[in-house]
Every structure is written in C-alpha cells, then in structure tokens.
C-alpha cells in the first residue's frame, strides 16, 4: 500500500501513521491531512521520488502537517502551491532543490529545503538542509527562521534554553561560547536566520515517537487515524485514549 492509497482512502481531518521504510512514490495532498511517520525520526521513512521531475509531497489544501520524513530524488521535495496555514516540520531534504511554497501564507515548516516567492508571514525553523541544489530561495519575501520562542535543549551533554533556527551544511560560523548556535546570522537574500544551528537539528532534540500509546487531546478525540505500512493500510477511530483497528490488505 503506497501513502497516496492511504490519503485518498482517508477523510479530511484525518492522522496518516507511516511505519518506516522507503517509499517509491510522488505525492498529491489535496485535503486537510496530517501525515507522519511512526518513529518521528526522519532517518527510517524515505520517500523517494519514482518521477524527479514531479514534486515528491504536491500540497495543494490549508492546514496540512507533514512531519518525520526523508524526501529525495526529486527536483523538488515538497510543493506547497496556494497552501495556508500548513505544518512543514522535523523532515529532512536531501539531493532536491527543496521545498517550494507558491502563494502561501502562514506556513510552518521546519525540516526542508526551502524555496518562497512571494511568500511572506512564514516561520521556517528546526530544518536541516544538506547536499540540496540550492538550500534556499526567497525574493520578495519576510518570514522568520527561527522557532518563535526559547526552547530547553541539550548539545554535548550540556543544557541550555536559546531560540533554535536551522541547520545549513553550507554554513560555516564560529561558536565561541559552545552552546550550539552560531554567533553570526546566516544570509537569505533579504532575510537572515538569527540563530543557525552547528549540527543537525536531532543533536538538539530527539524524535517524539507516534507507535504505542497515542496521546489524544480532547479535540482528536474523534479523529480517525490512517497507519501505513508496505503492503497494507490500518484505519484507526480514535474513541478518546483508545483505537480500535480496521486492517485494509493489498
């Protein structure tokens, strides 16, 4: 079962649960969906493009969340054309040239490569951009790259509490007081990233794991859950803290 069954199997609104490994497939999103993997960790969950020339995530509804993946091979990872209020976040872009948002407003992201025009009033923070074609684009364009708020992390077994910005493997600043962060911004065309990560951004903050107990807030309750696996599709109705499971075989 490839991710695009299980996104037009499920309803708007709905969670996709991907188990991990490498998925050969271009993706069309157009209805509100959140999809992630099961690990959180974008190291296990690849997608890989099977046409470059084609986006490998195509988001054309609002209040889509993509969040625990490797995208690659693609001219583009992920497309966001006319796409608002979007959750872009802790996914990993590699050989593409990234992400591209066409027309959007209020975007989240954090994770890709990244590529606005004419896009302004997004927050790009918690990325790591490596060996794309070009990290990153924007003309025309202002938004923040960098998580809104302080946030407590750890770097080399040391605490601290600091706003985060992004990894760039094509950035090299000077980190005089060893706390992680670059002491100098790094440039994006007119806008700049105040607080440039010196490593990958899971040297900082691990991986929430979405396997096992879910936790459910009150306006999830009556969500359903859509778990992808090769081969097969589960479908999760979410009752409060309890799922009961609809097994969909090839």
């Not at 993706?27 to 690849?46: M, Q, R």
């Not at 040391?158 to 706003?163: C, I, L, R």
Request: charged fraction near 15%.
């Amino acid at each position: 079962m490839r991710i695009q069954d299980a996104i037009n199997t499920a309803s708007a609104g709905a969670t996709i649960i991907v188990c991990n490994g490498t998925y050969p497939e271009n993706i069309d999103v157009a209805k509100s969906l959140t999809i992630k993997s099961s690990s959180g960790d974008p190291g296990d969950t690849i997608v890989q493009a099977v046409t470059p020339e084609a986006p490998i995530f195509n988001v054309t509804a609002d209040y889509v969340n993509i969040s625990g993946f490797t995208v690659k091979g693609s001219d583009t990872g992920i497309y966001l054309y006319k796409a608002d209020y979007c959750n872009i976040s802790n996914n990993n872009c590699s050989s593409n040239n990234g992400l591209v948002i066409s027309s959007g407003i209020f975007t989240v992201i954090g994770g890709n490569g990244v590529y606005l025009f004419n896009s302004s009033n997004n927050k790009i923070y918690l990325n790591n951009f490596i060996n794309n074609t070009r990290n990153v684009y924007s003309p025309n364009s202002t938004n923040m790259w960098n998580f809104p708020s302080e946030i407590t992390y750890t770097y080399n077994g040391s605490t601290y509490t600091n706003y985060l910005g992004n990894y760039w493997d094509d950035y090299r600043g000077a980190d005089v007081d060893k706390n992680g962060i670059s002491d100098t911004p790094y440039i994006i065309d007119s806008d700049k990233d105040n607080y440039p990560l010196m490593d990958k951004v899971e040297n900082y903050i691990k991986p929430t794991t979405a396997c096992g107990s879910l936790s459910v807030s009150d306006e999830q309750k009556d969500l359903s859950h859509v778990d992808v696996v090769p081969g097969e599709v589960i479908i999760r109705f979410q009752e409060r803290h309890n799922c009961s499971r609809t097994e969909i075989n090839n």
